[in-house]
């Protein structure tokens, strides 16, 4: 079984040029801009999950501007099946995130999507740490976006040593840290985040990080804390997938990353 933790997907109408720019604004650092895997449409979603062997997908969306919030809440909804499983979103301007984060565990999401980046703010910001908390209280989960963001300029919002801050006011137990818990920080991430509660997910990590330093980091945190992420469209889940694979962990190492964490989650 595979459960892919980390997607994108947009409503058709608005797909084609959602994905135009943020691949045009995705650039590596050779210069290239990165090519998207997929046409960012529910169809095209599920299209791969059938070429890759995926068996359900959670997919993750980003209200950009707190007007966004309730179209994005209604489109996940409107999306959700047996094999995908949509998370909400909010942004943390909204005066009423409280009573969103309410509505949101009440219409049956298991978590909400957060981007220090897009949403330009610090992850141990009080507001952020007020959403967090309320979160946790409520048995929601929240996967943060974490580390460097090729579309996005410096400061970069949710560092390891900040999102460490976090863990003064919530227990970490509900926060899935994309990424592998920083994206491009993983040093950082090995002194400060590892062996926390804080739960990791792998996307989008196979062609940065040696295999050596992420086989290193899965074995000190807990194969448990560990979450199969492709970031669909910008990635092929059949890359991330053999990449965990070429690790040689074990088969119940793999087996946790693959679905039982995710199993857990989603109940």
């Known amino acids: 079984m595979l459960i892919d933790f980390h997607t994108h997907i947009f409503p058709d109408k608005i797909a084609a040029g959602a994905?135009?720019?943020?691949?045009?604004?995705?650039?590596?650092?050779?210069?290239?801009?990165?090519?998207?895997?997929?046409?960012?449409?529910?169809?095209?979603?599920?299209?791969?999950?059938?070429?890759?062997?995926?068996d359900m997908s959670v997919i993750l969306p980003i209200a950009?501007?707190?007007?966004?919030?309730?179209?994005?809440?209604?489109?996940?909804?409107?999306?959700?099946?047996?094999?995908?499983?949509?998370?909400?979103?909010?942004?943390?301007?909204?005066s009423d995130w409280e009573y969103i984060l309410e509505g949101i565990k009440e219409n049956g999401f298991k978590g909400i999507k957060l981007h220090p980046e897009y949403q330009s703010f610090y992850v141990d910001s009080p507001r952020s740490l007020e959403i967090l908390r309320k979160a946790e209280d409520l048995g929601l989960y929240v996967t943060l976006h974490t580390g460097f963001d090729y579309g996005m300029p410096e400061p970069i919002h949710c560092q390891p040593d900040r999102l460490k801050n976090?863990?003064?006011?919530?227990?970490?137990?509900?926060?899935?840290?994309?990424h592998l818990g920083a994206f491009m920080n993983w040093d950082e991430v090995e002194?400060?985040?590892?062996?926390?509660?804080?739960?990791?997910?792998?996307?989008?990590?196979?062609?940065?990080?040696?295999?050596?330093?992420?086989?290193?980091?899965?074995?000190?945190h807990g194969a448990d804390k560990i979450l199969f992420g492709s970031d669909s469209p910008w990635n092929s889940?059949?890359?991330?997938k053999d990449f965990i694979i070429g690790l040689n962990l074990s088969q119940e190492e793999n087996e946790m990353i693959f679905y039982k964490n995710a199993l857990k989650i989603l109940k």
């Open 19 to 54: 994905v135009r720019s943020l691949s045009n604004s995705i650039v590596n650092f050779q210069g290239v801009r990165y090519r998207h895997y997929t046409r960012g449409t529910v169809d095209s979603l599920v299209s791969s999950m059938e070429r890759n062997g995926v």
């Open 64 to 94: 950009t501007k707190p007007t966004q919030t309730k179209s994005i809440n209604e489109f996940a909804k409107q999306v959700r099946n047996e094999k995908l499983i949509s998370f909400a979103s909010l942004h943390p301007e909204q």
């Open 166 to 178: 976090t863990l003064e006011y919530v227990s970490g137990k509900y926060i899935i840290a994309a």
């Open 191 to 220: 002194k400060h985040l590892v062996g926390t509660n804080i739960n990791f997910d792998t996307s989008f990590v196979s062609k940065f990080i040696s295999p050596e330093q992420c086989r290193r980091i899965i074995r000190n």
């Open 237 to 240: 889940p059949k890359t991330e």
